[in-house]
């Protein structure tokens, strides 16, 4: 019998060019960050991956996604929850170099809970 380790429920929004890198993935990794992204930063609650996709990803690039999974609890005690401005963004700050490692934390599925903007085709 094997030992299910502890997990954490984190969010990403997205934007359409991120979200089809992780659908080539099989919805099971996030892509490399490009240079000028030194840090990957999922969030800690759905909330503030809706503020972000819907304010922020939707006037960039016409639309946003958010994204749910689960991460090994024992690769994210390497990092601090960052407040990344009111109590409410609370983020972990993933220095690009450690994303491979990140993503093979990731238990089971990146799934998309909600999509913002034009164009949006529902899941599948």
Known sequence: ??????????WRPVGPEEL?????????????????QPIFYPVLSEAYAVQIARDWSVPASGSGFVTRFDVLKDFLDRY???HAGSKAHLEYWIPAE???????????????????????????
């Not at 019998?1 to 984190?10: D, I």
């Not at 450690?98 to 599948?124: M, W």
């Open 1 to 10: 019998m094997s030992e299910t380790k502890p997990t954490v429920t984190l």
């Open 20 to 36: 089809k890198l992780i659908e080539a993935s099989g919805m099971r990794a996030f892509p490399p960050r490009l240079p000028q």
């Open 80 to 82: 601090r929850v960052e």
């Open 98 to 124: 450690d994303l491979p490692e990140f993503n093979r934390s990731i238990v089971g599925r990146i799934e998309v809970t909600a999509a913002f903007g034009k164009n949006i085709e529902p899941a599948d």
